[in-house]
């Protein structure tokens, strides 16, 4: 990991997810604290609040570095600059030039509460679905602690994408973490032996050489409910999916996803993404 965009809208949320962003790559990487905002004119109006709202959003990087250097003091060589644009948050990101050299993206999450629970946040689902980069999503619940185990939901599907698994085997070797390579049988495919025919598709889909990992498997029909108590049970740390947008992964993100899910907003997300 070289270098690491960290989204901010100044809000105490934003803030844990940095928090928790520079805890883990620590001080040897360089990052990008972005903000992108909107512009909403009255109608019949002549002044350009679209620069007043860009020197506000300024001042607040002030306030936000300041908060950040306090807080990790002892990085005394932290470094990390500031982009701030005008546009939709997928935009700004996508925009950004290719030449930075952009590994990951952290940004922080915020469910609803009741019937109206959401996995993730609304701008966090648009991002994983719609940006280039891998994407670490942190919940408001989450607080920093040593990543021991990672729970690598896999598809099978071949990576088109040769760096994919990059981000993940990053964060496992500087934790020395354990990766509990996940597949999802249907019910009754373990007494098939799917299990045995399955093992190296779920090796070689991976792409974990040299990393401790676990394979195993798990029977049901419910996929999303499988891999969210299959984490419940090995107390995972990290949960990571491959966004190949297809029906698994869109249903994952879906806005009336059941309520056994919403554990998962109790630890971070990372996202690969496999589409470009």
């Known amino acids: 990991m070289k270098k690491i965009v960290l989204m901010t809208d100044f809000s ?27 512009v909403r004119k009255a109608t019949g109006s002549f002044a350009d609040i679209g620069a007043l709202i860009r020197q506000d959003a300024l001042n607040d990087f002030e306030n936000e570095i300041h908060f950040i250097k306090n807080e990790f003091s002892h990085f005394p060589d932290l470094k990390i600059s500031t982009i701030c644009k005008e ?18 993206i952290v940004m922080g999450t915020k469910g609803a509460s009741g019937l109206s629970k959401i996995f993730i946040g609304s701008v966090t689902a ?8 891998p994407v670490l999503s942190v919940p408001e619940e989450a607080v920093f602690k040593s990543i021991d185990k990672i729970v690598f939901a896999a598809d099978l599907a071949l990576n088109r994408n040769a760096v994919l698994t990059y981000p993940l085997k990053s ?25 045995n025919y399955k093992l190296n598709k779920l090796e070689m889909s991976a792409d974990l050489e040299g990393i401790k990992k676990t394979m195993n498997f798990v029977e049901t029909n419910n996929k999303t409910e499988g891999i969210v108590q299959f984490c ?6 990290l949960l990571t999916v491959i966004a190949r947008h297809n029906t698994f992964f ?19 997300l990372l996202t690969l993404e496999d589409s470009f």
């Open 232 to 237: 419940i049970k090995n107390n995972a740390d």
């Open 87 to 104: 546009g939709d948050p997928v935009d700004v990101i996508n925009n950004l030039d290719n030449s930075l050299g952009i590994d990951l």
């Open 12 to 38: 105490e949320n934003a803030r844990k997810a940095i928090k928790y962003g520079i805890n883990l790559f620590g001080d040897s990487v360089e990052y990008l604290l972005v903000h992108s905002y909107t």
């Open 250 to 268: 869109d249903k994952l993100f879906h806005k009336s996803v059941s309520q056994e899910l919403a554990y998962s907003l109790k630890m971070p």
């Open 171 to 195: 964060i496992a070797r500087k934790n020395n973490s354990e990766v509990l390579l996940l597949h999802i049988l249907n019910e009754g495919e373990l007494a098939k032996g799917f299990d």
């Open 126 to 133: 648009s991002l994983i679905r719609k940006t280039k980069y």
